[in-house]
């Protein structure tokens, strides 16, 4: 039962320390909107969108205006559109991309997951056209997003994915420059993608998926850092435990919101994912999470400890306030979403070789790295391959959001707005990897895939 004691901590979580209910995604199957004449699949997916999603804004507003719990973002996730367009006569998806942003313009929501290719082990026909689009795709649409998912612990790395999907990135930065390559922003590459993760730009609706669903993603660092305030100075167990409690009363406020959002639109519940999503506020950074522990700047030696300590914390308390916790769950560190990741690396404490040691044991991997626009694209492709090793070794989640900004170098800053943020052009190590990428092939998967 709610104490008014309960009642008054939710209310300062909200007001004071930026808890919020970041998205509501709603996943949605296309597979049934197959069709070969590419016109007719593009109307199959708008009608079918607009007419499940229709509802999702109003109901989302309405909840958030009850309960008085911020809700920042409604989405949309689907079918990878390289599974769902494989039967289309085409060579270009880039019209069904058009179709998906004019369907999330039609019901409100604010960007649309799931312009996506699952190429662990090798490509499809499908999957050559969608990644080959992707470019022309994002700059072309406001709200579409891509993912290309390029290993797993099970298959190995995709070696001949990795070295185009260097090729991909760097002509999708061309084609948005004058906007600072905000394509780049829009688009993910993963090792063990998940197929319920409601968080964008990687999010898409998971062929094990029923035919909708409602993810939610809930957030709060401001809150986690306000509990920490109160245990300065005490040992890092008190700190687990006071991050494992919040994390705890976090879910709770989500699971609400999402059982809620489920009843009304009548479609079932999936998960919550429970992530420290930052935001570029003052007061919502996992940075500063960790410089509470007691580091100097995020960055420094023992950073990469405090990290998996808060990230083991956030996981814990989620799964004992909900036995559907999913997704991602955990601390990400998106460098110019975060104020405090942001500064660390203005101050010289935080490097991409730092933030790639980080990615071990945190959720996702490197996302939203602002780069050289010269960096090359056998670099970036070096650079994914390094996170795709990571999560495939470790049998995690990892992704790479790398924006290689045209015309930037180190020192210069690039403004991407909203929930994007801002961020400093971060140095890439300058050896080349040219020889290693260009050798392509798959890697094998690790010993530890053998679990059957």
Not at 11 to 20: A, F, G, P, T, V
Not at 108 to 118: K, R
Request: one cysteine or more; a negative charge.
């Amino acid at each position: 039962m709610l104490t008014f004691h309960d009642i008054l901590e939710t209310n300062r979580m909200i007001e004071q320390d930026k808890l919020d209910v970041r998205t509501i995604t709603m996943g949605i199957s296309l597979r049934d909107c197959a069709h070969p004449d590419i016109a007719v699949f593009c109307r199959n997916i708008y009608d079918k969108i607009t007419r499940l999603a229709d509802r999702l804004v109003r109901v989302g507003e309405d909840i958030e205006a009850e309960y008085g719990i911020p809700i920042i973002n409604k989405r949309i996730s689907v079918t990878p559109i390289a599974i769902a367009a494989e039967s289309c006569r085409t060579d270009s998806f880039v019209p069904v991309a058009e179709a998906l942003d004019a369907a999330a313009k039609a019901v409100g929501v604010n960007f649309i997951g799931g312009f996506s290719a699952l190429v662990d082990k090798g490509y499809t026909a499908g999957d050559r056209i969608l990644i080959r689009s992707i470019p022309e795709a994002l700059a072309r649409t406001e709200r579409v997003c891509a993912s290309v998912s390029v290993a797993s612990t099970k298959a190995g790395i995709n070696m001949d994915a990795v070295r185009e999907m260097g090729d991909i990135i760097k002509q999708t930065a061309e084609l948005t420059r004058d906007r600072d390559a905000l394509g780049c922003a829009k688009l993910v590459v993963f090792a063990n993608a998940v197929e319920d993760n409601p968080f964008m730009a990687g999010a898409f609706h998971g062929v094990s998926e029923p035919e909708t669903t409602i993810n939610v993603g809930v957030s709060g660092p401001g809150v986690v850092k306000r509990a920490l305030e109160e245990v300065r100075g005490r040992d890092l167990g008190t700190v687990s435990e006071t991050v494992k409690k919040m994390a705890f009363k976090i879910t709770r406020v989500g699971q609400l919101v999402a059982q809620e959002a489920s009843r009304r639109l009548g479609v079932p519940f999936g998960i919550i994912d429970l992530s420290l999503a930052p935001t570029p506020a003052i007061g919502d950074s996992v940075a500063h999470i960790l410089e509470e522990m007691g580091l100097e700047s995020c960055g420094a030696p023992g950073t990469t400890a405090a990290l998996a300590l808060l990230n083991d914390a956030v996981k814990k308390g989620g799964l004992m306030a909900s036995s559907y916790v999913g997704g991602l769950s955990g601390a990400f560190i998106p460098v110019s979403e975060d104020a405090g990741m942001i500064a660390a690396v203005e101050r010289g404490s935080l490097t991409l070789e730092k933030l790639e040691a980080m990615t071990c044991v945190c959720s996702v991997g490197l996302d939203m790295i602002a780069v050289p626009g010269d960096t090359s694209a056998a670099t970036v492709a070096a650079i994914i391959a390094d996170e795709a090793a990571i999560g495939v070794i470790n049998n995690k989640t990892t992704a790479v959001r790398i924006i290689p900004v045209p015309g930037k170098t180190v020192g210069d800053r690039v403004e991407f707005g909203g929930l994007l943020g801002h961020s400093p052009i971060i140095a890439v190590n300058p050896f080349k990897s040219d020889g290693f990428i260009a050798r392509g092939g798959r890697i094998p998967a690790p010993v530890r895939s053998l679990t059957n």
